[in-house]
Structure formats: C-alpha cells, structure tokens
C-alpha cells in the first residue's frame, strides 16, 4: 500500500471497511451532487478503486479509478472513449462541519502525487452543469481543471461539463 501522507492535523488513510458507513452516509447526504450508493457498490468501488481516501472519520473522502477499472458510469466511459490513460475522479465530498480546512485541496495534493507515481499524466473529472454547481466550478478552476467536453447523461435529467488537468 502506498506510503500515507500526513498533511497539518489531518491524515489521509485509506479508505477501510470500518468506515464504509460513514463514507456511504457522507456520500448519500450529497447524492444531488454525486449518486446515491448502497453499501454494496459502495464496497465494489472501494475494491475496483485507483485511489481511495479519506480524511478523518467521516470529514471528507475521494474516489478515483484509472483506464483499467471495470466501472461503467457514463461520464467514466466518456473519459475511457477519449483517452487511453487517465484517472477519473468519481467523487469527493467534504462534510459542512469540514469545509474551509483545505480538505479538498489536500486529497486532491495526495491523488496527484500518487497518480504522477504510477505514471499518468492526466486527472478528469465531471462538475454538473445542471443542476449547477458552483463551489465545484470554482474549486477544480482554482486547481488547473480546464473544460474538455459536455454532456447530457441519465435521459437528460443531468448535464454535465468535463474536465482534465495534467499531474
């Protein structure tokens, strides 16, 4: 396993089987921004995952999975269609009792280093256009995401912007 990197106060750790609940029921508080997980494909994306962390218990996690993963969410397959090596960030929540501790920052610092490590070059991700989501737009614009394509997924009841950055 990878060396864990402490950052200030807070430890990224791996996400482990003791805290799937409290990462499902972090996830599920926000599944307007993400989608709603049962603990089953919550544990099936845990295992398939490139980069799997969290940060304290409950505070904030992040979800990644590179070309090779057998996942099949739309906005993964568009990044797989489009690039042969890649990793797809899937999702990152920080708790409201969290925010404003660079948490986000942090994980994001940590997947980097992690995915220059094992070779890529490029990070992706997906901010929803509609519903909007502007602290996202705003953070990913901070970190060096740029706009690479758009899409409407789930018969159009969600629309999409897509994003990548080099590590």
């Not at 307007?32 to 218990?57: N, P």
């Not at 797809?88 to 610092?109: C, F, H, M, Q, T």
């Not at 070059?121 to 706009?147: K, M, Q, W």
């Amino acid at each position: 396993m990878k060396e864990l990197r402490a950052v200030a106060n807070d430890l990224i750790q791996a996400v482990d089987a003791e805290r799937h609940a409290t990462i499902l029921a972090l996830n599920n508080d926000h599944a307007q921004e993400l989608s709603l997980l049962s603990a089953e494909d919550l544990a099936q994306m845990v295992a398939g995952a490139f980069h799997a962390r969290r940060i304290g218990d409950g505070d904030a996690f992040l979800l990644t999975f590179d070309q090779g993963a057998a996942y099949t969410s739309p906005n993964f397959l568009w990044f797989k269609a489009r690039y042969s090596r890649f990793v797809y960030v899937d999702r990152i929540v920080v708790s409201p009792k969290a925010r404003g501790r660079g948490l986000a920052r942090r994980l994001y610092e940590d997947l980097f280093a992690c995915a220059k490590e094992a070779g890529h070059d490029r990070i992706c991700c997906e901010v929803n256009a509609e519903p909007p989501n502007p602290a996202s737009d705003a953070f990913h614009a901070a970190l060096g995401f740029t706009e690479v394509g758009q899409a409407a997924i789930h018969g159009g009841a969600k629309t999409v912007r897509y994003f990548c950055r080099g590590v």
